[in-house]
């Protein structure tokens, strides 16, 4: 019984010498250097000539910053299509967009324009009894120097106005436009690179109608 348990010992010392120098790798299923990274460098084909290799997706991705948005304005509706042409022509690639504002025209009730300044006080006063409100109007085109008894986005409104301060006793007031209608284009250019901020900065065409771009408002 000695015996057999001296051989079994000794028996067993052998295959695990044999197994552990990896003599038996290919017999068994478990390997004597495992998947730890000194077995794999070992069966590594020329490990030399690896390189890591940068897909050109990354190299732009990772080299191009976050764009900025810059804006050049405002124009006018005559003065869009050479700010447009100009500001494609300094930067084809890139998405422009044209910001459209309007602004409505302002209808004041008017009164004037008067014969010399004592009129126009003796106007103000009246109006003073009657307590209506009212502000002077000077120098404004079509209109003279006159005075002003309330302003409206629309000349219904101001019409409205017109029959309520007759209805109160001032019979000359009438509708008059203060101001008409205008329209601004504001062109903006969205990710702009610090190269392309640079080159916008400086674009100075007659296109740009003397204006020059910044940073945009919004």
Same mark, same amino acid.
């Given at each position: #019984? ?5 051989? =079994? ?24 250097? %495992? ?20 897909? &050109? ?19 006018? &509706? ?29 209808? +004041? ?20 009894? #009657?307590? +209506?409100?009212?502000?002077? +109007? ?61 080159? =916008?900065?400086?674009?100075?065409? &007659? %296109? ?11």
């Amino acid at each position: #019984m000695l015996r057999l348990l001296v051989g =079994l010992l000794l028996l067993a010392n052998v295959a695990f010498y044999s197994w552990s120098h990896g003599w038996l790798d290919q017999f068994v299923g478990v390997r004597a250097q %495992g998947d730890r990274e000194p077995g794999r460098l070992a069966l590594q084909v020329e490990p030399q000539r690896v390189r890591v290799v940068t897909t &050109p997706s990354t190299r732009v991705a990772a080299a191009a910053p976050d764009g900025v948005c810059m804006e050049v304005g405002p124009f006018s &509706p005559a003065q869009l299509a050479p700010a447009e042409a100009a500001v494609l022509a300094a930067l084809p690639q890139n998405r422009l967009d044209n910001v459209k504002r309007e602004t409505p025209a302002v209808w +004041i009730v008017f009164m004037g324009p008067f014969a010399d300044r004592d009129a126009r006080v003796k106007k103000a006063d009246e109006l003073k009894r #009657m307590k +209506i409100a009212f502000e002077d +109007i000077r120098q404004v085109p079509e209109l003279g120097d006159g005075l002003s008894l309330g302003r409206f986005d629309n000349r219904n409104a101001a019409e409205r106005a017109v029959a309520d301060l007759t209805a109160k006793g001032a019979r000359t007031a009438r509708v008059a436009q203060y101001a008409a209608a205008q329209v601004a284009h504001t062109l903006q250019v969205a990710d702009v690179t610090p190269v392309q901020q640079a080159q =916008l900065a400086a674009l100075q065409t &007659p %296109g740009l109608a003397g204006k020059s771009f910044a940073a945009c408002t919004r």
